[in-house]
């Protein structure tokens, strides 16, 4: 019976680290590692002011460590910042960078209630998954936070503000209104925490960053039958590159064979017993 799905360190995609230890994972696409959770960034190396766009925002606390990383790959603004979803590990720093940099922040209609103040997510389930991540998620921040002033809805043609070529994917499960990036010419997905490669409810995975293919953090996923049917549509997109809110960049054969595993083994694997 599979349990757990690990990868062979060789499917990390991640060629080049910079000494800012941002991944450089494509030529117009890097991310960065903030303790518990990865943002993304999208656009060429010195990329013009607003000509970049950066994908969630991180736990609170880092925003400069995000800025920093940012001047030092484009030193310009970006044209917008958007949101795989609103859960506190992706909005920390949503609001301190948003003011700097002047941009409009990008979230799915469904999920605007937990960026506008308006509802809280539900609280975590602390026994599930086992690990102290999940045990310590009583403590996480709930929401809402306000950024309604900023807060833009991505457009229902499926086009992502800043990305050309990118479309947008409705991803629900974990959060309803989950998102997550794909971009058809070189199959590369932005996945959020649709599904993770490590185990997110674990500290000692997270700490050791094992790549593992595995379902979205368990403590704070309200919806599994949702949350399947979505790692089902990802799969399906057959994609060569991922990244997602939790653990190392994939690629290739490996990484593929395993998402379909995770989508066909969901429920005993995925969902907490
Ligand atoms: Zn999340
Ligand atoms: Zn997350």
């Keep these: 019976m599979v349990h757990q799905i690990y990868l062979d360190a060789a499917e990390i995609a991640a060629p080049k680290v910079s000494s800012d230890r941002t991944h450089v994972i494509a030529p117009d696409l890097a991310y960065k590692r903030l303790a518990i959770v990865n943002v993304v960034f999208y656009g060429l190396p010195l990329a013009r002011d607003r000509e970049w766009v950066l994908i969630d925002a991180g736990i609170r606390g880092t925003g400069g460590l995000i800025r920093r990383a940012a001047e030092k ?14 859960h506190f590990d992706h909005v920390g720093a949503l609001g301190d960078l948003a003011e700097r940099w002047d941009v409009p922040i990008y979230a799915h209609e469904l999920e605007t209630p937990y960026l506008n103040g308006h509802r809280s997510y539900p609280p975590p389930n602390p026994r599930v998954g086992g690990g102290l991540m999940a045990r310590l998620s009583p403590l996480y921040p709930r929401g809402p936070i306000d950024i309604h002033s900023r807060l833009k809805l991505l457009p ?35 996945a959020g925490d649709a599904f993770i490669t490590t185990n997110q409810e674990s500290a000692y995975a997270v700490a050791l960053q094992r790549p593992e293919m595995h379902g979205p953090p368990m403590y704070y996923t309200p919806d599994w039958p949702r949350a399947g049917r979505s790692v089902q549509r990802l799969a399906d997109l057959e994609p060569e590159l991922v990244i997602t809110g939790h653990g190392a960049a994939m690629r290739g054969d490996e990484m593929r064979e395993a998402l379909h595993t995770l989508a066909r083994t969901f429920d005993m694997i995925a969902v907490p017993r």
Aim: net charge positive; hydrophobic share 35%.
């Design 73 to 86: 790959r484009f030193g310009s603004r970006p044209a917008a910042i958007i949101l795989t979803h609103g």
């Design 156 to 190: 229902p043609n499926g086009n992502v503000p800043g990305m050309p070529g990118w479309v947008w994917i409705h991803t629900p499960g974990h959060s309803p209104g989950h998102v997550s990036l794909w971009r058809e010419s070189d199959r590369t997905l932005i």
